[in-house]
């Protein structure tokens, strides 16, 4: 697969709490040279971002991140402020602890709610995996779908693992026609991004991928 296609499916990230603006603008170079699909960065530097004069790469963020325990209200209201200050795509944890509950209309309920606050922009779903069940993994397959959500992911990669094969499999028989999949967490090499990319996903999260992918470029 070539290496840069590949780049157009990914999220270049930096999610570390200690991330610095220089190292966030050196993102946001490097998304817009290797042509990334977003740049995906905390909240706290959307605005700073998108205010930029020049080309700027399309922002994601992430909200309730990494635990997903936040109120609905206050996710809402994220999502809203992070739209306004020019974020195109959010990727939002579900409250694993409805998950733990067996609460799966409460989950269903805060995704649609968080989509119709941002309307025609994207929503990306963290289920994270590492601490699912089979059966909770089916059934928040159903939770995204029927919520109105644009994509499945994996992972924060702030977890006790990251994305699989297998969970990517178990998505793609689950669920529905509208909803794409992001892999996330612990993809680390050319081959891993090209084996989730065989399966199905349309979107990687990861912060190795411009590293990677520009070392096979200089050596092709």
């Known amino acids: 697969m070539d290496a840069r296609e590949i780049l157009k499916h990914v999220d270049h990230t930096l999610l570390r709490p200690t991330a610095t603006w220089p190292e966030i603008l050196t993102l946001c170079v490097e998304a817009l040279l290797y042509q990334t699909a977003t740049v995906c960065v905390p909240p706290c530097y959307v605005e700073r971002i998108a205010s930029q004069p020049g080309d700027k790469p399309a922002i994601c963020t ?10 609905t209200a206050a996710k809402v209201q994220a999502a809203k402020t992070a739209v306004a200050q020019g974020a195109s795509e959010i990727d939002m944890v579900v409250n694993l602890a409805d998950v733990k509950n067996g609460d ?14 941002i309307g025609r922009h994207i929503l990306k779903v963290i289920v994270e995996t590492c601490y699912l069940t089979q059966e909770e993994k089916i059934a928040l397959c159903r939770c995204v779908t029927e919520g109105g959500a644009d994509f499945i992911k994996t992972s924060t990669g702030f977890g006790t693992g990251g994305a699989t094969l297998e969970d990517i499999r178990l998505f793609r028989e689950h669920i529905g026609p509208g909803v794409q999949m992001k892999a996330a967490g612990g993809i680390r090499t050319l081959e891993d991004m090209e084996a989730y990319l065989r399966e199905g996903c349309a979107r990687i999260g990861t912060s190795s991928a411009v590293k990677i992918l520009t070392e096979s470029l200089r050596q092709s």
């Open 104 to 117: 799966f209309a409460a989950v269903t309920k805060e995704i649609a709610a968080v989509k119709e606050a």
């Open 62 to 71: 992430v909200i309730g991140f990494p635990l997903g325990y936040d109120t």
